[in-house]
């Protein structure tokens, strides 16, 4: 790779000169794992090809959208349809309408939705909108999961439960952070002692149900039992950041499976982004009618944006839905996700290299740690220099991962059995070659 027929490298560049950092998102320049980030020209499928013409098997899938694959026929046509008909209109559509009514027949929990333009705004919105719905100003998240870059869930844990926690970005004034209480996940009695402490103060608690922010980690059935509990008993809102989970993990979202596990479990509200746009810039919240009636312009909670409810995204998102409501969709998915964790954890195993790792329908993670952890504090026990080099030798193999251990990865239908046996292949060389240091 010299830098004379790298056109990765020009690109970097001249990208750094014109945006910070040379990316429009943190996480894209490869700063955790050193290197060129790939600038990529055109997707198909389970590929991508970067500036030099160079094929990757892409497990990021946009972080989260691609569940049916790049470029998917179905999807474009539908896309280049709504295009010739205008690309906004600032007015109300017939296709907004047809979209809220897919997703509310998706999910039982919701009544009612509001479409937004990302998963931030979705998120920070939702967070709104229980505060005016219960008059309440504080909230809990717990430490590793992410729901957006909104001010007030920039925070990482203090040292202690009484103390408060400190922001994550420079720019964050720590009176922004008062109300934000920051607990360890799956940790039962934190939760339990802060119910105690607040339990009359608090509007809700935002959870990544599956989070997929601290790679994969799931949030326990007792956990999450408890968390319904506590909210309904306190009078908190239970919100399930679904922004990566939502159709992705089960067409019914994550919470379908916690609603296996546990009789009658919902979350009052819920986030949604990434597949609902389909790789459109779309996302949404929504729950019961008497929640949701909060927002302006029926209630007091002011929510709004010029191109909420675009008619090309909603277009893109109705036809990615249309895609995973055939049946069978899910457990081909699943079954396909499997065998790529479980090949992985076998290449590992032949080498000697610890690795354990998890996946639920087209969502996967993998730790190189003897066992998978529970919060993150536990994920941060991976070793960093390892990843790396597992990350750089796939990538000279040909097969793209997040460039940060910190990610959960992706499968969509379009990937192939040949797809998972070459990425398979691709990785028990590089354990062969980690298992030799
Ligand atoms: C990606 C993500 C977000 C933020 O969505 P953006 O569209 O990137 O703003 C929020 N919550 C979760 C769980 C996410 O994975």
Same mark, same amino acid.
């Given at each position: 790779?010299?830098?004379?027929?790298?056109?990765?490298?020009?690109?970097?560049?001249?990208?750094q000169?014109?945006?910070?950092?040379?990316?429009?998102?943190?996480?894209?320049?490869?700063?955790?794992?050193?290197g060129?980030?790939?600038?990529?020209?055109?997707a198909?499928?389970?590929?991508?090809?970067?500036?030099?013409?160079?094929?990757?098997?892409?497990?990021?899938?946009?972080?989260?959208p691609?569940?049916?694959?790049?470029?998917?026929?179905?999807v @474009?046509?539908a896309?280049?349809?709504?295009?010739?008909?205008?690309?906004?209109?600032?007015?109300?559509?017939?296709?907004?309408?047809?979209?809220?009514?897919?997703?509310?027949?998706?999910?039982?929990?919701?009544?009612?939705?509001?479409?937004?333009?990302?998963?931030?705004?979705?998120?920070?919105?939702?967070?709104?909108?229980?505060?005016g719905?219960?008059?309440r100003?504080?909230?809990?998240?717990?430490?590793?999961?992410?729901?957006?870059?909104?001010?007030?869930?920039?925070?990482?844990?203090?040292?202690?439960?009484?103390?408060?926690?400190?922001?994550t970005?420079?720019?964050?004034?720590?009176?922004?952070?008062?109300?934000? @209480?920051?607990l360890?996940?799956?940790?039962?009695?934190?939760l339990?002692?802060?119910?105690?402490?607040?339990?009359?103060?608090?509007?809700?608690?935002?959870i990544?149900?599956?989070?997929?922010?601290?790679?994969l980690?799931?949030a326990?059935v007792p956990?999450?039992?408890r968390?319904?509990? @506590?909210?309904?008993?306190?009078?908190?809102?239970?919100?399930?950041d679904?922004?990566?989970?939502?159709?992705?993990?089960?067409?019914?979202?994550?919470?379908?499976?916690?609603?296996?596990?546990?009789?009658?479990?919902?979350?009052?509200?819920?986030?949604?982004g990434?597949?609902?746009?389909?790789?459109?810039?779309?996302?949404?919240?929504?729950?019961?009618?008497?929640?949701?009636?909060?927002?302006?312009?029926?209630?007091?909670?002011?929510?709004?944006?010029?191109?909420?409810?675009?008619?090309v995204?909603?277009?893109?998102?109705?036809?990615?839905?249309?895609?995973?409501?055939?049946?069978?969709?899910?457990?081909?998915?699943?079954?396909?996700?499997?065998?790529?964790?479980?090949?992985?954890?076998?290449?590992?195993?032949?080498?000697g290299?610890?690795?354990?790792?998890?996946?639920?329908?087209?969502?996967?993670?993998?730790?190189l740690?003897?066992?998978?952890?529970?919060?993150?504090?536990?994920? @941060?026990?991976?070793?960093?220099?390892?990843?790396?080099?597992l990350?750089?030798?796939?990538?000279?193999?040909?097969?793209?991962?997040a460039?940060?251990?910190?990610?959960?990865?992706?499968?969509?239908?379009?990937?192939?059995?040949?797809?998972?046996?070459?990425?398979?292949?691709?990785?028990?060389?590089?354990?062969?070659?980690?298992?030799?240091?």
């Amino acid at each position: 790779m010299t830098p004379n027929t790298d056109l990765n490298i020009a690109l970097f560049e001249r990208a750094q000169a014109l945006i910070p950092g040379g990316v429009n998102s943190p996480v894209r320049a490869f700063r955790a794992v050193g290197g060129t980030p790939r600038f990529i020209r055109r997707a198909q499928g389970a590929w991508l090809w970067d500036a030099n013409g160079q094929r990757f098997i892409d497990y990021i899938g946009s972080w989260g959208p691609m569940i049916l694959g790049h470029a998917h026929p179905a999807v @474009l046509e539908a896309v280049h349809q709504a295009a010739r008909d205008g690309l906004s209109f600032g007015a109300p559509t017939e296709r907004e309408l047809e979209l809220a009514e897919e997703i509310l027949g998706l999910l039982p929990s919701m009544e009612m939705i509001r479409l937004v333009s990302s998963g931030t705004e979705a998120a920070m919105s939702a967070i709104r909108l229980a505060r005016g719905a219960t008059g309440r100003s504080k909230f809990i998240k717990f430490e590793g999961c992410y729901h957006g870059h909104a001010d007030a869930l920039l925070v990482r844990a203090g040292s202690g439960l009484a103390t408060l926690g400190t922001a994550t970005s420079a720019g964050v004034p720590p009176e922004v952070l008062q109300h934000t @209480l920051v607990l360890e996940y799956n940790a039962i009695e934190q939760l339990e002692q802060a119910f105690a402490l607040h339990g009359s103060e608090l509007a809700c608690l935002v959870i990544e149900p599956i989070a997929g922010n601290m790679n994969l980690v799931r949030a326990s059935v007792p956990f999450m039992r408890r968390c319904r509990e @506590l909210c309904t008993q306190h009078g908190a809102l239970l919100v399930f950041d679904e922004v990566m989970t939502g159709f992705r993990v089960a067409l019914g979202g994550a919470q379908s499976l916690y609603a296996r596990e546990i009789p009658g479990f919902k979350p009052d509200l819920t986030v949604l982004g990434k597949v609902i746009g389909g790789g459109m810039p779309l996302a949404a919240f929504g729950g019961p009618r008497a929640i949701m009636e909060n927002l302006a312009p029926s209630g007091a909670v002011y929510q709004a944006g010029t191109l909420s409810g675009n008619p090309v995204a909603t277009a893109c998102g109705l036809a990615t839905l249309r895609q995973i409501k055939e049946p069978g969709f899910f457990a081909a998915l699943a079954a396909r996700t499997r065998a790529l964790v479980e090949g992985l954890e076998g290449a590992a195993a032949a080498e000697g290299v610890a690795l354990c790792a998890d996946s639920e329908g087209g969502m996967f993670g993998f730790f190189l740690l003897p066992e998978l952890p529970r919060n993150y504090a536990q994920v @941060l026990r991976s070793d960093g220099a390892r990843f790396n080099r597992l990350f750089h030798g796939l990538l000279a193999r040909g097969v793209c991962i997040a460039p940060a251990l910190y990610e959960a990865g992706f499968v969509s239908a379009a990937h192939s059995a040949d797809d998972i046996a070459q990425t398979v292949a691709a990785a028990h060389e590089v354990f062969r070659e980690l298992s030799r240091q």
